[in-house]
């Protein structure tokens, strides 16, 4: 074991084994929204939504308390502006950049979801998964 090539082949089927070993730990694509949130969310907006995970203290902007995204408006989930935020595609004005984009990580098969007068857009189904269970976590008071 002791030339270089088998060196090398041996580190590298460990890294291999390594790889492997941690894809057994993160399901890809996740299985539901709730999957998808607690492996990309919830370390800033916490497991509630309510903007308390471990990160919020270490963001100079702080998470947004998921839960009251329909009282914040008027009543509605505001489903559009959630998905934009979410794919990083239009976000507010007081957004800061804290927040990553997570677009590049939420492709894959797409549904087509009505978004407002009449017009049709194509919406990966994590990203739509995602923003459903944002919706279910919604206070009413
Ligand atoms: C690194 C921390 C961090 C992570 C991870 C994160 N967010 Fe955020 N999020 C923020 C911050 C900070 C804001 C406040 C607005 C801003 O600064 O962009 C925010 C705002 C939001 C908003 C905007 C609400 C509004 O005002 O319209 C939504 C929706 C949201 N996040 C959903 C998510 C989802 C879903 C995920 C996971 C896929 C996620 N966030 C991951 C930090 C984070």
């Given at each position: 074991m002791n030339n270089?090539?088998?060196l090398r082949t041996a580190a590298l089927a460990m890294g291999v084994l390594a790889i492997?070993?941690?894809c057994t730990l993160i399901e890809w694509p996740p299985a539901?929204?709730?999957?998808?949130?607690?492996?990309n969310c919830v370390m800033c907006h916490?497991?509630?939504?309510q903007g308390d995970g471990p990160l919020a203290s270490e963001l100079f902007s702080p998470p947004t308390d998921l839960t009251r995204l329909s009282l914040n408006?008027?009543?509605e989930f505001?489903?559009?502006a959630v998905l934009s935020h979410i794919d990083g595609y239009v976000r507010g004005e007081n957004s800061s950049d804290a927040m990553p984009e997570f677009?590049?990580?939420?492709?894959?098969d797409n549904v087509l979801l009505e978004?407002?007068?009449g017009v049709v857009t194509p919406t990966p189904k994590l990203l739509l998964a995602v923003a459903n269970y944002l919706e279910s976590l919604q206070i009413t008071e």
């Open positions: 270089p090539v088998s492997l070993g941690a539901s929204g709730r999957a998808v949130y607690n492996q916490g497991t509630g939504g408006n008027g009543g505001p489903r559009v677009g590049p990580l939420l492709v894959g978004t407002g007068e």
